[in-house]
């Protein structure tokens, strides 16, 4: 009898355990439950019309713009692509680029604005297009991209990058365009709010984040997105690089600024103009090794007041697939955000 009862305690000892163990589990990320068309997903931008939440992310091939659409969140599926030749203006502005990159979509005087790049690899002779849309829905019988042409350009003589933009109204109502990659970092343009283009062509753009390194030297800075958030403009930007699989280095930093042209600061105060900032999505410890390089990140505000931040990242168990991933943003005690991811 005595030994029953040891044996009955036993077990109850050992399923208190196991339950305990159980209970101190993390509970399943949105990330883990990300199903349907994930890859190839690169730079991707997110929106929600209605019921549906889009994704939009750099081309492959002969799909220009690749487009995924989704009712949950959890289970993606891709769509047709929003071009399957880009523009003429695009094929003499670029010669050589064959490729739509880094999209921006937002959604602006009854119209939806999709700002994307052309360019060609490691060359800053390179071209942001806009396209506008009335309706998201393929099934809607107005849909259909209207191409509106260059809105900013770039060549050997610019010290700037015009790709990766990124469209923001600020607390004023005017409108920008943040834009860079590499060379000297991240520029901030204003807009016509009429036309989605420079209101002042000839005017210097502001500089908002940079890399210095010595003269010749790689300073991998890219992917502005700018989030309007109690009281502040947050600048998240990817540094390091990316493109490169599992092998791929890049992470996303975050910075704050009460003027939408800066100085960004990390939380430790380090400018975003002299490559600091504050780490925001980085890849997985070294045991794990799976998600590489997160990086290019967008942004959603959400309809029940939920930001998420959507991003790529390389699988090591995919072979270094491009991979779609949604991580909820939760904003701490101190007022910075926390990826969920």
């Known amino acids: 009898m005595a030994r029953q009862t040891i044996m009955k305690l036993m077990g109850l000892a050992l399923l208190a355990a196991a339950g305990q163990a159980w209970a101190q589990q993390p509970a399943a990320t949105l990330n883990s439950r990300l199903t349907g068309d994930l890859t190839p997903t690169h730079d991707p931008v997110i929106i929600r019309e209605g019921d549906s939440y889009h994704v939009f992310s750099t081309g492959h091939g002969q799909r220009l713009i690749e487009t995924r659409t989704s009712k949950d969140l959890v289970h993606w599926t891709a769509g047709d692509p929003v071009f399957t030749a880009l523009p003429g203006w695009a094929t003499k502005a670029i010669p ?6 880094a999209p921006d979509i937002s959604f602006v005087n009854g119209r939806y604005r999709l700002y994307y790049s052309v360019s060609t690899f490691g060359s800053n002779r390179s071209a942001i297009g806009l396209a506008t849309s009335p309706t998201l829905d393929p099934k809607a019988k107005n849909y259909g991209w209207r191409d509106e042409g260059l809105v900013v350009m770039s060549t050997s003589t610019d ?11 600020d607390r004023e ?46 300073a991998p800075v890219e992917a502005p997105f700018i989030v309007d958030h109690g009281g502040y403009y947050w600048l998240m930007a990817s540094y390091d690089y990316c493109c490169k699989g599992v092998n791929s280095t890049y992470y996303t930093v975050i910075g704050r600024s009460r003027a939408i042209t800066g100085p960004y600061l990390g939380k430790d105060g380090s400018s975003m103009m002299q490559g600091g900032g504050t780490i925001f999505l980085r890849a997985d410890l070294q045991e794990q090794q799976r998600w590489r390089g997160p990086g290019h990140a967008g942004w959603l505000h959400d309809r029940d007041g939920t930001d998420y931040v959507v991003y790529h990242a390389y699988d090591k168990q995919a072979n270094g697939a491009p991979t779609l991933r949604i991580a909820p943003v939760r904003w701490g005690a101190d007022g910075w955000p926390v990826a969920e991811y």
Do not use: Q
């Not at 050589?96 to 990159?101: D, I, L, P, V």
């Not at 010290?159 to 109204?169: E, M, R």
């Not at 365009?177 to 989605?196: E, H, N, Q």
């Open 96 to 101: 050589g680029s064959n490729g739509m990159w």
């Open 159 to 169: 010290d700037f990058n015009a790709i990766d933009p990124n469209f923001i109204v």
């Open 173 to 218: 109502g005017r409108h920008w365009l943040a834009l860079g990659s590499f060379w000297t970092g991240i520029k901030l343009f204003a807009l016509d709010p009429k036309t989605g283009k420079p209101k002042d062509p000839k005017a210097k753009p502001h500089a908002i984040a940079r890399r210095p390194a010595p003269t010749g030297g790689p």
